[in-house]
T-cell receptor, first 116, second 114 residues
Framework: DAGVIQSPRHEVTEMGQEVTLRCKPI?????LFWYRQTMMRGLELLIY????????DSGMPEDRFSAKMPNASFSTLKIQPSEPRDSAVYFC??????????????FGPGTRLTVT | AQSVTQLDSQVPVFEEAPVELRCNYS??????LFWYVQYPNQGLQLLLK??????LVKGINGFEAEFNKSQTSFHLRKPSVHISDTAEYFC????????????FGAGTILRVKS
């Protein structure tokens, strides 16, 4: 398997612009997670889906952020409008159940977002 | 209260020396524990996991970890490190109150010097 695929790998945009990050999970995985990583705040969970349904979006910073999972093989994270403080590395991960309540997550390579 | 605590933000060590990266969690119920590694400019990769059974868990790249329920710890060890082990290491747990989410520690940067 190719692993979790994210695109683009790097994105540079100007403040106020819309940004869309994309993720293709590993085939057969039924959970998908979006994380944000910064030096100041570390690794933060933004939202996660189970069988394409959002389960917990309590980590989404504000209404400028939205995420969708229209089918089992694709998810997007959108920021509109973007702000400089959104600059971070955004990771997508998908998971496989290995035991009751235990899900082993596989991470994509990340998208490095810079908002100027 | 923080659920996962990695006690050291950075650990410098010389090549071929042993290393221990510490992780403590706060939970009185059964947990599942993971260690992930992040090499520069890459995503996180699973090193090892504890689900049940033997408390000593062996992972990739010669790493191992020991689950200690009484001390609520899951420290990561390697008897002899290489320059290529320089990376950031994250401890993570799944807790009943957090559903199926992984709760990550703040990370420990391991710097291996020659």
């Amino acid at each position: 398997d190719a692993g979790v695929i994210q695109s683009p790998r790097h994105e540079v945009t100007e403040m106020g612009q819309e940004v869309t990050l994309r993720c293709k999970p590993i085939s057969g995985h039924d959970y998908l997670f979006w994380y944000r990583q910064t030096m100041m705040r570390g690794l933060e969970l933004l939202i996660y889906f189970n069988n394409n349904v959002p389960i917990d979006d309590s980590g989404m910073p504000e209404d400028r952020f939205s995420a969708k999972m229209p089918n089992a093989s694709f998810s997007t994270l959108k920021i509109q409008p973007s702000e400089p403080r959104d600059s971070a590395v955004y990771f997508c991960a998908s998971s496989l159940k290995v035991a009751d309540r235990a899900y082993e997550q596989y991470f994509g390579p990340g998208t490095r977002l810079t908002v100027t | 209260a923080q659920s996962v605590t990695q006690l050291d933000s950075q650990v410098p060590v010389f090549e071929e020396a042993p290393v221990e990266l510490r992780c403590n969690y706060s939970s009185s119920v059964s947990v599942y524990l993971f260690w992930y590694v992040q090499y520069p400019n890459q995503g996180l990769q699973l090193l090892l996991k504890y689900l049940s059974g033997s408390t000593l868990v062996k992972g990739i790249n010669g790493f191992e970890a020991e689950f200690n329920k009484s001390q609520t710890s899951f420290h990561l060890r390697k008897p002899s490190v290489h320059i290529s082990d320089t990376a950031e290491y994250f401890c993570a747990v799944t807790l009943p109150e957090y559903g199926n989410k992984l709760v990550f520690g703040a990370g420990t940067i391991l710097r291996v010097k020659s």
